[in-house]
C-alpha cells in the first residue's frame, strides 16, 4: 500500500488529487457542527469500508444487492479529565435485495467483513453491524 500523503491545514483536509474536505473539531469543543469533523470521518470511515466490502462478498456469494444506506453510529466515553475515546461502533445499514434472496445468506457476509476490512482491523473497540433487509 503507498503512504498516504494527506496534510491537514486550518479547516480543511487536503490529499493531492482529491477534493479539499472542509472540517472542524467536534461541537462539543466549540467546533462548527454543520462540518465534519475527526470523529465523523471514522464512524463513516468504518461504515463506507463496511459497505464496499460487503456489496464485493455479496456478488461473490449470489446475493444480489439493489440498495444499501447506512447511519452508523460512534460509541464514546469520557474521562473526568475531558478526554474521550470510542468504546464501539454499531453500523444500522438497510439492504435492499433483489426479490427472493435468502436474508440469512444476506446476513452471512457481514460475518466476513470484519476480517478483511482495513478500517475495523485498525481500530480497537468493537464495530457491530444490526442489519435490515427489504426485497424488491
Known amino acids: ?10 479547516g480543511r483536509w487536503r490529499t493531492p488529487g482529491k477534493p479539499v474536505i472542509e472540517c472542524s473539531n467536534d461541537p462539543v469543543l466549540g467546533g462548527d457542527p454543520t462540518l ?8 463513516n470511515a468504518l461504515s463506507a469500508c463496511h459497505i464496499l466490502w460487503y456489496l464485493h ?3 461473490q456469494s449470489e446475493v444480489v444487492v439493489l440498495g444499501y444506506e447506512d447511519s452508523p453510529v460512534g460509541h464514546g466515553e469520557s474521562a473526568p479529565s475531558g478526554v474521550g475515546r470510542f468504546i464501539g461502533a454499531t453500523l444500522w445499514p438497510v ?4 426479490a427472493g434472496t435468502d436474508d440469512q445468506a444476506a446476513e452471512a457476509v457481514h460475518g466476513d467483513i ?3 476490512c482495513f478500517i475495523a482491523r ?9 442489519a435490515r433487509y427489504l426485497h424488491g
Not at 473497540?125 to 444490526?130: Q, S
Open 114 to 116: 470484519h476480517g478483511v
Open 122 to 130: 485498525s481500530v480497537n473497540f468493537l464495530v457491530t453491524c444490526e
Open 57 to 59: 462478498l455479496a456478488f
Open 36 to 43: 465534519h469533523n475527526p470523529e465523523d470521518m471514522l464512524i
Open 1 to 10: 500500500m503507498p503512504p498516504i500523503k494527506a496534510t491537514s491545514a486550518a
Open 95 to 98: 439492504i435492499r435485495l433483489a
